[in-house]
């Protein structure tokens, strides 16, 4: 059997051309942040890894103790990244009024520290914690700065937290965990999680529907650094699709997205955002 070669390589000249003059809403994913030191856990050079579901997380105290354990110490190094090159060309768009603004996957908040400003944190955000009981939110500072009373020696045993491998959701991947303390709501004494969207959890309804009112108010999608593998992303190409919208994709390696984009840009998010910011 031959092997299949498209007609062309798309480049982003094609890319260009189509979304030139246009209003764009971008949906961007973990490809987004690579750049900025957070490892894309589903791209083609990362280890695979078994993300954590909410089943898991409620119903299992020895898992749930070392999930807090992992990200009480990578929450540490999260918190210190800082947006990059391609956070940054969006911010550029939106201030040109060429973006009307970013459905994001990503929980890190790096468009916001970037100064995006119409940003919808479709997986939430790991700077706030919920309580599952009570429904009160706090700050993840907040809870640090708990989890550290309660645990007083950890971070110290730890070592380098640059050493210490982290994932998207600040979940670092460390042995001893045993003798973490977790904390409980300190309003109610129920169970504290990250407010974050996880396998086996909806996003909620009010903002599904902000995001697709997002895409309704743009004439084209461009999905930037998402491999569109859960369906809470790849439902935003299929509205553009459905409502005659053009919709391109930058990414590096298969997206299950490629079939029904108009343009798939096999290219660096960061670099081609920057070349879009310019010559848009
Ligand atoms: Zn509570």
Redesign the pocket.
């Known amino acids: 059997m031959l092997p299949e070669t498209p007609a062309t390589t798309p480049t982003t000249d094609d890319v260009l051309h189509l979304l030139r003059g246009k209003r764009l809403t971008a949906l961007t994913g973990a490809g987004i942040s690579t750049d900025s030191g957070i490892p894309d856990y589903r791209g083609p050079d990362s280890p695979p890894r078994n993300p954590m579901t909410y089943q898991q997380f409620v119903g299992d105290e020895a898992f749930r103790r070392h999930y807090w354990a992992r990200n009480h110490v990578g929450w540490q190094r999260v918190h210190r990244t800082h947006p990059n090159g391609g956070h940054k060309a969006l911010v550029r768009l939106e201030e040109r009024g060429i973006l009307e603004g970013i459905i994001t996957q990503n929980v890190d908040l790096l468009h916001e520290d970037a100064g995006s400003r119409n940003v919808i944190d479709l997986h939430g955000r790991y700077d706030r914690v919920i ?1 599952l ?2 429904a ?1 939110v706090v700050s993840r500072e907040h809870l640090a700065d708990r989890l550290t009373e309660l645990n007083p020696h950890f971070l110290e045993s730890i070592g380098d937290l640059e050493d210490v491998e982290t994932a998207p959701d600040a979940d670092a991947v460390i042995e001893s965990t045993a003798h973490f303390v977790p904390a409980a ?1 300190e ?4 169970m504290l999680k990250p407010e974050i969207v996880y396998f086996g959890e909806n996003v909620p309804r009010e903002r599904v529907e902000r995001a697709y009112a997002m895409v309704d108010a743009a004439d084209a999608l461009l999905v930037a650094g998402s491999s569109l593998t859960v369906m809470s992303g790849l439902r935003f190409v299929k509205h553009a699709v459905k409502t005659d919208k053009p919709v391109v994709i930058v990414n590096r390696g298969a997206t299950r997205g490629d079939p029904l984009a108009t343009i798939k840009l096999e290219a660096g998010v960061s670099e081609t955002l920057e070349e879009l910011a310019d010559r848009l």
């Open positions: 309580c009981s009570c009160r709501c309003f109610c004494g129920g």
